[in-house]
């Protein structure tokens, strides 16, 4: 088996349960472009490029992969070869979408598209369809969402490799260093830690703090700061870490020290939330209240998580409003926050799963404000 996939038989499973999830919708069939969706499916990294590849999977009939000839390539290291996909390849001067329309049988065809497709693939396709495409969202979902065994365990492992990257993170903050410094040195210790690529860093000091997706700059930390450090990488298969911890170089103000308290109840109280049968909201709501409680829901500016997989950000989303019902298998973030706009921010992210009785963190750190000596 290639290590950057599972085995055949996970995509198999996901090909059969995508087909039948679409005939239950009522639709022909879905066209998935390159993306999450293509790799969740497949296990296939192709890039979108200007030339059309796609899988083509009907509701009932076998797949197809439409694919120029000059990128067949691109299919080595999926699963295709394995599955036995039929693969049509194209050359310049073909008309690709009339391949695509041909694996419907070619007539008229109800399709899903990925929410990734290109609108340079997107109208064509829809011209030589005849009936304009949906979005595959509400039929791929579920499938994404649920994760499986082996999808958990890749949660796990990345949850495991970046706390060990949180692990040295104290040894980055020494006053007089900047942001970006503190940046290069994570960005290092992800992949030395395990990941395969850095998906994103937030090193945001005393007044950066406050803002939620700063990223990080050439300012230098000082004595007094409080530091949120928000990092993730994908972890072979492609799955992502994705963990906050605040931390204060030298002792907190006792105000800080005492608000921090509040989110950290906060957080404690929507990862106590979680269980099958709970809904999303009822879980954003869990932070929600204890900061509200506190006077500090002013500060709470953002939802409290988001699903993690193939994607950093991928449904379920820990929000108001969304009365999704949890289930066993779905994994998210509880990430609430505390802002106060010029002057120092906070945010304790753990990745859960939910199990069959409440929830599993895949990050282990410790969710106190973390002090870094001052020199």
């Not at 990925?114 to 304009?132: I, N």
């Amino acid at each position: 088996m290639d290590s950057h996939r599972f085995d055949a038989g996970v995509y198999a499973r996901r090909l059969a349960a995508a087909a039948s999830a679409t005939a239950d919708a009522g639709l022909a069939g879905l066209v998935i472009t390159p993306g999450y969706d293509l790799r969740y499916l497949i296990g296939s990294r192709a890039q979108t490029l200007e030339r059309l590849t796609a899988l083509v999977l009907p509701a009932s009939g076998d797949p197809t992969v439409v694919v120029p000839r000059l990128e067949l390539a691109s299919l080595k290291g999926s699963a295709v070869a394995e599955l036995g996909l039929a693969v049509r390849d194209w050359v310049d001067g073909d008309d690709p979408y009339a391949l695509v329309c041909a694996a419907f049988g070619g007539g008229p065809a109800a399709t899903a598209v990925t929410d990734s497709m290109p609108a340079l693939h997107l109208v064509p396709l829809a011209d030589v369809l005849g009936v304009p495409p949906v979005l595959a969202t509400d039929v791929l979902r579920r499938l994404r969402m649920v994760k499986e065994q082996c999808e958990i365990d890749a949660l796990r492992k990345a949850g495991a490799a970046i706390d060990r990257v949180h692990a040295r993170v104290p040894d980055f903050l020494r006053p007089g260093r900047t942001e970006a410094d503190v940046a290069a040195d994570i960005a290092e210790a992800i992949v030395a830690e395990g990941h395969s690529e850095v998906a994103f860093i937030i090193v945001g000091s005393g007044p950066h703090a406050a803002d939620p997706h700063h990223g990080y700059s050439d300012r230098e930390l000082r004595v007094g700061d409080i530091v949120v450090v928000d990092i993730g990488g994908a972890y072979e298969p492609g799955y992502h870490s994705d963990s906050t911890r605040t931390y204060s170089i030298g002792e907190p103000e006792a105000k800080v020290a005492q608000r921090y308290s509040v989110l950290q109840r906060a957080q404690r109280a929507a990862v106590e939330a979680v269980r099958p049968g709970a809904t999303a909201e009822q879980v954003d709501a869990a932070a929600r209240d204890v900061l509200a409680g506190a006077g500090l829901a002013e500060a709470f500016v953002h939802r409290t998580g988001h699903g993690i997989g193939l994607s950093v950000h991928e449904e379920p989303y820990i929000v108001t409003g969304n009365d999704l019902p949890l289930a066993a298998g779905m994994a998210f973030s509880v990430e609430p926050g505390v802002y106060f706009p010029g002057r120092w921010g906070a945010r304790i992210e753990d990745i859960v799963v939910v199990t069959e009785n409440g929830a599993e963190a895949v990050n282990n750190r410790p969710h106190d404000l973390i002090v870094v000596p001052a020199s």
